[in-house]
């Protein structure tokens, strides 16, 4: 074992690649239903308000990633804006709860759907999906991450496929787009749009995790924000158009009921059977692991390497070049959890705190360019009006707030 430094081998597509991994994955395929049943057909409306809304915070990101191309990346921005060790470590920890979090649940829901296949207990078939995820994620961050962009490719073909069917099949919804629109300023109508927005929100949660493998990506300073931007852009579009398929052909009573709404409409657009999907959603999980396990392992490295948390978590592996002693003990974490607590409890949280993180890491950028403080080293390199961040505060904290009541 060693101190070295990360590997930089991810080119852009790669980091899109894993952005998409963290962002499109178990929330389309559940929140297309239950957003229709609050917004019916306009749900498709919720999706793009949802996504104008974290844009700002993408942008807040997109600038502190040129700042600090770090790991643990949150943590730093908060340390660098506040000068308190002790806030940016707890904003690290809650990072690493929120990716412990979603990997266990994720677990759990990978096992549900590979028992549609597989006549194994739960338990096994968890010990089996964490074990072995755990180890993709030791062996190094190119495999990792390339196995979890062909996962992430698979899926989203998905999703294409879906859209194509319904766009281009023999009962297009393409005449009757102008339906998702909302035919007035009913505040009823718009009341159901908003509630569903601020469910659709939670679908866009991910690309934040780009960040914390800044140190492992080739030309940070143009990749990261280029990735942060992309991954919005194509998950809004995705978002969009599937959930216009959905809603326009699929009777929304049908749609509600269903409890895998992408399945059945994926069975009725394209004529496949629903199984398919099901193994799709086995997919989405799997890679749902491994992107918030490489996540929360760079975090604990981050953390280790900047004294704030004992230093062998930072220690690299010479082989793997991989932080294993963090990554081994982000496995133990997930495992623990996905066998032992009530994740359903805990997993409900994770969008709180995502969104108590979003504030903080919005106020930060806030005094840092009222400090200035901070010189970026290229006039040229990626920066937002200060307008850009206090959105992102009073949006996450609206929707923080909104979310209690």
């Known amino acids: 074992m060693g101190n070295g430094k990360l590997k930089r081998s991810l080119n852009l597509p790669l980091v899109v690649l894993y952005g998409l991994g963290g962002t499109v994955g178990a929330g389309i395929y559940v929140l297309v239903g239950v957003a229709a049943e609050r917004a019916g057909v306009h749900a498709p409306v919720a999706f793009v308000l949802a996504a104008v809304v974290m844009s700002f915070t993408a942008a807040s990101f997109a600038e502190l990633s040129v700042r600090f191309p770090v790991t643990a990346g949150e943590a730093a921005y908060v340390l660098n804006g506040f000068q308190s060790e002790r806030l940016a470590l707890v904003i690290g920890l809650m990072v690493v709860t929120a990716g412990v979090v979603s990997a266990a649940t994720v677990a759990v829901g990978s096992a549900g759907y590979i028992m549609t296949f597989v006549t194994l207990p739960q338990s096994i078939l968890v010990t089996i999906a964490v074990f072995v995820i755990g180890a993709i994620v030791c062996w190094g961050i190119t495999q990792s991450v390339l196995i979890a962009s062909l996962l992430t490719i698979v899926e989203v073909l998905a999703l294409v496929v879906l859209i ?24 009823a109508i718009w009341s159901g749009v908003m509630s569903a927005g601020l469910l659709a929100f939670f679908a866009f949660i991910g690309f ?24 919005l852009i194509i998950s809004t579009a995705l978002y969009l158009l599937v959930a216009s398929v959905a809603v326009l052909a699929v009777p929304v009573e049908e749609l509600v009921a269903s409890r895998s709404p992408l399945a059945t409409v994926f069975e009725q657009v394209t004529g496949f059977p629903a199984p398919v999907m099901s193994a799709i959603a086995i997919i989405a999980t799997l890679n749902g692991m491994i992107i918030q396990m490489i996540m929360a392992s760079r975090v604990l490295y981050g953390l280790g390497k900047q004294g704030q948390l004992p230093a062998w978590l930072a220690t690299v592996h010479p082989l793997t ?20 607590f009530p994740i359903e409890t805990l997993a409900e949280s994770t969008s709180q705190i995502t969104l108590i993180i979003f504030s903080i890491v919005n106020l930060a950028l806030i005094k840092l360019k009222t400090d200035d403080n901070t010189k970026l080293e290229s006039e ?26």
């Open 321 to 340: 070049q991989t932080p294993l002693y963090a990554t081994l003990v982000i496995i133990a974490i997930v495992y623990s959890l996905a066998m032992l």
């Open 164 to 187: 194509a069917f319904g766009f281009a099949g023999e009962q297009s919804v393409a005449p009757r787009l102008a339906e998702i629109i909302p035919p007035s300023f009913d505040f």
């Open 208 to 231: 934040e995790d780009i960040v914390n493998i800044a140190e492992e990506a080739k030309t940070p300073a143009t990749t990261l924000p280029r990735a942060i931007a992309l991954t």
């Open 380 to 405: 040229a390199a990626f920066q937002v009006p200060i307008s850009v961040p206090v959105l992102g505060v009073i949006s996450s904290l609206g929707l923080l707030l909104t979310s209690f009541i």
